[in-house]
């Protein structure tokens, strides 16, 4: 299976002024651009679908009006319209031509957005080493004035069509085997109210503690898999992990609710990096980099077959350094305490749960 890249990671437009600054910007009509003979696109390379290509922003307020829909003033609750993107590596370019873009980025379109009422303008760009189209969908629906809809599993769809259309016509640098969120980078952490007023004292919640020791298992040289993950935190951390499908949660060995019952919280909960797509995003790039590191050393220096008994023992040695607070790594700031952690959880627990995770019950203090 093969997916192409789609840049959905833009902030939409909120008011009138944005919208027509975006859509000025994807057609080079912006005051700076005509004044710097900036070309975006040309004339056979930009099109809409719904509406009117060179009056895109005021055919979508019409629609809006219609509909009933604000738009005068800037509400931060009030989209006009969403941003996206799809693009090409530049080793294709040899096999792929600006108007090929087009006509792909016509049947991207026309398949996502106009064809479930969306008034959509795109257009190839030109100006680049990598050949990319941008899209400006408007966010109510002609016919029932409803907003544009767009989850993980559509991103995932959109993703997997082009990855296909790439095939078809032999792009095959622009794909890619495993569907991943590529601005899983830039998420941040998921913290609640409660959560934040402990970090501006300078208190540490057990959500911190699972974050740190998950980083520290999935920077192990020696985890390559989710499995060796899971694993490495039962051993390593006594912390006990529940699996079901796509979904991982993580039980401190410790904090307990007002019950005295184990809490256990969900990955997504802690941010996108603790999610099951988050760790084998960050286990696939780490892959990626020691691969990369390999052919450089082999380049500049004989083989050498390197020791996996080695490398665990020189980890378990960094690890071992960390939990004192002696060295700094790569992965997060130490935590005063993760050597507390580390020694007092020692116990042993019950094996990795490959069951539903129970909702824990809420507690009305993050204090241990």
């Not at 939409?12 to 919208?19: A, D, E, H, N, R």
């Not at 400006?136 to 990855?163: A, H, P, V």
């Not at 409660?194 to 985890?223: H, S």
């Not at 749960?353 to 009305?364: A, I, L, M, S, W």
Request: charged residues 30%; proline residues 2%.
């Amino acid at each position: 299976m093969a997916f192409g890249n789609v840049n959905v990671a833009y902030k939409p437009c909120k008011s009138v002024g944005q919208l027509k600054a975006a859509a000025d910007y994807m057609l080079g009509k912006k005051k700076e651009q005509l004044y710097y003979g900036i070309c975006k696109t040309e004339n056979d390379l930009y099109s809409a679908l719904g509406c009117d290509r060179d009056n895109f922003a005021n055919n979508i307020l019409v629609t809006r009006k219609l509909q009933g829909k604000s738009y005068s003033r800037l509400k931060e609750k009030d989209i006009l319209a969403h941003k996206m993107s799809i693009s090409f590596h530049p080793d294709d370019n040899g096999k792929l031509s600006h108007r090929m873009a087009f006509m792909i980025a016509q049947e991207f379109a026309e398949r996502f957005t106009h064809s479930k009422g969306y008034e959509t303008l795109f257009a190839v760009h030109t100006d680049t080493a990598h050949i990319h189209a941008h899209f400006l969908i408007s966010n109510c629906n002609m016919d029932t004035g409803k907003s544009f809809q767009r989850n993980q599993k559509d991103l995932y769809d959109m993703s997997e069509f082009l990855g296909e259309i790439c095939l078809k016509n032999d792009l095959t640098n622009s794909v890619r085997n495993s569907f991943y969120n590529h601005d899983l980078e830039t998420k941040k952490d998921r913290e609640n109210m409660a959560e934040k007023e402990m970090k501006k004292r300078g208190i540490e919640t057990f959500k911190d503690e699972l974050k740190e020791v998950i980083k520290i298992e999935i920077a192990d040289p020696a985890n390559r898999t989710l499995d060796d993950v899971v694993n490495g935190l039962l051993k390593n951390w006594n912390v006990g992990t529940r699996l079901k499908g796509k979904t991982i949660s993580y039980r401190h060995p410790e904090y307990r609710d007002k019950n005295n019952n184990l809490v256990s919280v969900r990955g997504s909960k802690l941010g996108e990096l603790f999610t099951v797509k988050g760790i084998n995003y960050e286990l696939t790039k780490k892959s990626k980099s020691i691969a990369i590191a390999a052919v450089t050393e082999r380049g500049n220096k004989p083989i050498v077959r390197a020791n996996s008994l080695d490398s665990r023992t020189e980890f378990t040695r960094q690890r071992e350094q960390i939990s004192s607070g002696s060295a700094v790594h790569d992965i997060g700031e130490n935590l005063p305490d993760l050597d507390r952690f580390y020694d007092r959880y020692r116990k042993p627990v019950a094996e990795v749960e490959r069951e539903p995770v129970e909702k824990p019950k809420r507690t009305k203090s993050l204090h241990r």
